[in-house]
């Protein structure tokens, strides 16, 4: 295995714990703040939120650690910055790595042989997919969608297991 | 510099004091406004040979030159008076120079060593060779920002003063600027080095270490055929001073362990390298570092080692770029060195990449080789995450798959968090309890078949009530749900308790209290769904 990736920044224990720390609290405080609602709007409104809150507290999980995880939460934030007049209560400063931001300009010619290398589509495609990946590299891409990868994986199985629970209990 | 390379030539040869300097005569007032600054004895101390006891020689300007020397150091010694000096003016010049370069440690110095004088000045203190060896050194010292502490160890210049043609070389090293370095001073190479060594170079700039290490080499500034040769003998490994060398890009470092060998090339190459920015301007850079080629040096090689060591050291580099083209630069021009198998060096701050035989070694291939072997170490390693992806072969099928699994783990946790947000939320209390606790038993909690009693009771919420038959079914379905049989209500709590804080578990026995008052008759009808009792009303 490459041991650039054995990195302690990935130790599942630690980034499962923080993320689903994060994201009951988000949870509680989507059910305080709205009731449950009954149409059909505030439901999509609801869903919106939770999904929200699944990608914000996995994001904050990674912390500033990775492109990927910056990208997300800098877009979360302006949205959420967009949508209401009132800032979110705890909106977490995201400290732009102005290194990266240079290499991303910098990569921005290498793109061309990347095309070449991996086909246009797939490489376009997986930009689109992991957040941030528009200004990188193909290498430094792959690697962030190595790493988004597995936090997925996280952030799928605590969902799982969330809702799984809480649809045990409804019934 | 060249005055003093001129008295040290003519030093080694004539015995002529006063001869010496009439070469020396440029720039010489401009220099007795720094003789004045000496001390008010100095143009006195001029002449006098008998400033120290041993002096037996009527050299004035020797005398002259060890007692400007130690005048700052030993006052004690007495002002040597005047004996027939030839040119005073040249020699006040002179002294000037010297007060300016030479510290005091190597006043003290000078002082100490009565090694035999090997130039006609025969002051058994210091010859004018001596001197000026020691002026050298403390030249080159003074170059070097670390060495504030002087020489801290005198006795390892003893072996520099006993080479006759010393003087000659240290004239040839105070001339900073000059690269060709002839082949005989690799001697002095290696004497530099124990001097070196002591002060624990840190920071020393490309010049000093060119001298400390050119000798080997015969090089000239355009030798790159001559690097070439030098670098095939360089060994590989890459020593811990590296790391160091890595983190100091700007200047490159000694490594104390120069004697043996162990100057670290490509510290200064990148260093040059990293001052430099250009690729293409490998030549340039070529120079200093093929200078500091010694033979004996192991040079941290850009042109060792095969790739597959090298890429365990890819990660490593945050300036993989750089130093990359760096070392294929060095790479393109020493291609006759491949040839050279080497042990695997350990891991490096940077690339060090090596042109493969027949293949390509422009900077360009170099660095696009470098590129596609990072890119399908990573896809390797994706491959090993996506799962399924393991005979998959080619990039674009992999890149691919690897698009599949993203947008379907995306889409997964989407609609995951739809259903959540469907599900009515029973659990604000239960969840802040949790979370004021240890948060990792919450989800693993759910996993052991007993736990999973107690979260259905914790997210059961006061305002439903829950009958048992649909609960049941939801426990039935879930395999997860089969539950031991539990004989009696008590010992619900008992071994709910064991999966969850104690705090948790008060909570759970007042819920438990609560449903045995409700649902007597489901606990007892049910007796092998213990959770419907679980399901208290909190």
């Known amino acids: 295995m490459n041991p650039h990736h054995h990195s302690s920044y990935l130790n599942p224990n630690s980034l499962k714990s923080r993320f689903t720390k994060n994201f009951l609290r988000s949870l509680i405080k989507i059910n305080k703040q709205t009731p449950f609602p009954c149409r059909p709007t505030e439901m999509f409104q609801r869903c919106h939120k939770v999904k929200t809150a699944a990608d914000k507290s996995l994001a904050c999980a990674v912390g500033s650690r990775r492109v990927w995880s910056r990208a997300m939460l800098c877009k979360i934030r302006n949205r959420a910055l967009r949508r209401g007049p009132q800032k979110p209560p705890s909106v977490r400063r995201i400290i732009i790595n102005n290194r990266t931001m240079k290499k991303g300009f910098n990569c921005l010619k290498e793109k061309m042989n990347d095309d070449q290398e991996a086909g246009i589509d797939q490489t376009s495609k997986l930009r689109k997919l992991v957040p941030g990946g528009e200004a990188m590299d193909l290498c430094n891409l792959l690697d962030e969608a190595a790493h988004y990868i597995k936090c997925l994986n996280t952030q799928v199985q605590e969902i799982h297991d969330a809702e799984r629970i809480e649809s045990l209990g409804k019934d | 510099m060249e005055k003093e390379k001129l008295f040290l030539n003519e030093g080694a040869n004539s015995t002529a004091a006063v001869p010496i300097w009439n070469p020396c005569s440029f720039g010489m007032e401009m220099q007795s406004n720094k003789l004045n600054c000496c001390s008010d004895q100095l143009p006195n101390c001029f002449f006098n040979p008998n400033w120290d006891s041993s002096m037996d020689q009527s050299d004035p300007f020797a005398s002259a030159l060890s007692s400007i020397v130690s005048s700052p150091v030993t006052t004690s010694n007495a002002i040597p008076s005047s004996g027939g000096v030839g ?119 490309s010049n000093p270490s060119e001298k400390a290490t050119g000798p080997q080499a015969n090089v000239n500034v355009d030798g790159n055929s001559n690097s070439d040769k030098k670098f095939s003998r360089l060994s590989r490994s890459s020593t811990p001073e590296n790391a160091e060398f890595g983190d100091s890009r700007d200047e490159s470092s000694v490594s104390e362990q120069i004697p043996g060998g162990k100057l670290s090339m490509k510290g200064l190459n990148d260093s040059n390298s990293r001052k430099r920015k250009a690729i293409t301007k490998g030549k340039a850079k070529e120079t200093p570092s093929s200078s500091l080629s010694a033979s004996d040096s192991k040079v941290v090689a850009e042109m060792d080692e095969s790739k597959a060591k090298r890429s365990k050291s890819k990660e490593i580099n945050g300036d993989e770029k750089d130093s990359t083209k760096v070392n294929e630069e060095e790479n393109s021009n020493q291609k006759q060195n491949k040839d050279n198998s080497k042990p695997p060096e350990p891991l490096k701050d940077y690339i060090h990449v090596r042109a493969r035989r027949g293949q390509a070694t422009d900077s360009h291939s170099l660095a696009e080789r470098v590129r596609r072997e990072k890119i399908s170490e990573r896809m390797k390693f994706l491959q090993d995450l996506v799962p399924g992806c393991n005979k998959v072969t080619g990039k674009a099928v992999m890149l691919d798959e690897i698009i599949n699994y993203v947008q379907s783990l995306q889409r997964q946790v989407e609609f995951l968090s739809m259903k959540l947000a469907t599900v009515n939320p029973r659990m604000d209390i239960s969840m802040e309890a949790l979370l004021s606790k240890d948060p990792l038993s919450f989800p693993y909690g759910y996993r052991s078949q007993q736990g999973i009693a107690l979260p259905n009771g914790m997210f059961s919420n006061g305002e439903t009530q829950f009958s048992t038959n649909p609960l049941n079914a939801v426990l039935k379905r879930n395999q997860c749900m089969q539950l031991p049989a539990l004989d009696g209500f008590g010992d619900a709590p008992r071994q709910v308790s064991t999966f969850w804080e104690d705090d948790l578990q008060s909570v759970v026995q007042m819920g438990f209290g609560q449903n045995q008052l409700q649902q007597p008759q489901a606990f007892h009808a049910d007796s092998n769904m213990p959770g419907a009792q679980m399901k208290v009303e909190l």
Request: glycine residues 8%.
């Open chain 2, 87 to 205: 040119d005073p003016v040249m020699i006040r010049e002179l002294i000037g120079r010297l007060g300016n370069i030479c510290n005091s440690g190597e006043t003290s110095y000078i002082n100490n060593n009565s090694s035999t004088n090997t130039s006609c000045y025969s002051t058994p203190l210091n010859s004018p060779p001596k001197l000026n060896i020691s002026i050298m050194d403390s030249q080159i010292m003074g170059n070097l920002p670390i060495l504030g502490n002087g020489i801290p160890d005198h006795p390892s210049l003893a072996p520099f003063l006993a080479d006759p043609g010393f003087a000659e070389r240290a004239a040839r090293y105070s001339c900073f600027g000059s690269r060709n370095l002839a082949s005989n001073e690799s001697e002095l190479s290696h004497r530099l080095m124990p001097r070196l060594e002591p002060g624990k170079l840190q920071r020393v700039s």
